[in-house]
């Protein structure tokens, strides 16, 4: 199987653009997490969306969005960039069943950098 | 809530030698554990996992850990490191029950001297 795809890989924006990042998880996993890493703060969750449905939500502000698609795709969106949002977005995805004792396969990551 | 602290941010050691890097958690409920090893410029890779049963936990390419739960901690080791397990290394925990979250330590970084 293909593994978890997350474009774009780098991007550099400006203080105050929005921002909208995809992850792919792999086929048949229904379960999409977002994680921020920065040097500061470590790895930190932001949402995780399971059948096109936020199911759990980090304590990020309401500029970090996300939403599921129905083919699992997610997309997280941040909005009015700020120079502290330059990050490593990593997309983790997960069967996301019943059965709790699945492990999460990350993405590559996207490198955002604001300026 | 979770918490996870990862006692060593960085740690040398010379090619051949062990290595044990140190993992402790807290939580009020029951957690799974995980190690996920990172390399530059990569993303995460899960190393090992425990979950039930026995205590001790071994990957693929030599690394075991094992659980002890009186002293909630989560220890990594491997008996003989190679300049390829130059990387850096997260603890991590989910509840078993709860919001299907993991919580990072804030990761040690292995460097392997020749």
């Not at chain 1, 997490?33 to 969306?49: A, D, H, R």
């Not at chain 2, 995980?34 to 090992?48: A, R």
Request: overall charge positive; proline content about 5%; aromatic content about 12%.
């Amino acid at each position: 199987k293909a593994g978890v795809t997350q474009t774009p890989r780098y991007l550099i924006k400006t203080r105050g653009q929005q921002v909208t990042l995809s992850c792919s998880p792999i086929s048949g996993h229904r379960s999409v997490s977002w994680y921020q890493q920065t040097p500061g703060q470590g790895l930190q969750f932001l949402f995780e969306y399971f059948s096109e449905t936020q199911r759990n939500k980090g304590n990020f502000p309401g500029r970090f969005s996300g939403r599921q698609f129905s083919n699992s795709r997610s997309e997280m969106n941040v909005s009015t960039l700020e120079l502290g949002d330059s990050a490593l977005y990593l997309c983790a995805s997960s069967p996301g069943g019943r059965d709790r004792a699945y492990e999460q396969y990350f993405g590559p990551g996207t490198r955002l950098t604001v300026t | 809530a979770q918490s996870v602290t990862q006692l060593d941010s960085q740690v040398p050691v010379f090619e051949e030698a062990p290595v044990e890097l140190r993992c402790n958690y807290s939580s009020s409920v029951s957690v799974y554990l995980f190690w996920y090893v990172q390399y530059p410029n990569q993303g995460l890779q899960l190393l090992l996992k425990y979950l039930s049963g026995s205590t001790l936990v071994e990957s693929i390419n030599g690394f075991e850990a094992e659980f002890n739960k009186s002293q909630t901690s989560f220890h990594l080791r491997k008996p003989s490191v190679h300049i390829s397990d130059t990387a850096e290394y997260f603890c991590a925990v989910r509840e078993i029950q709860g919001a299907q979250k993991l919580v990072f330590g804030q990761g040690t970084r292995l460097t392997i001297n020749p």
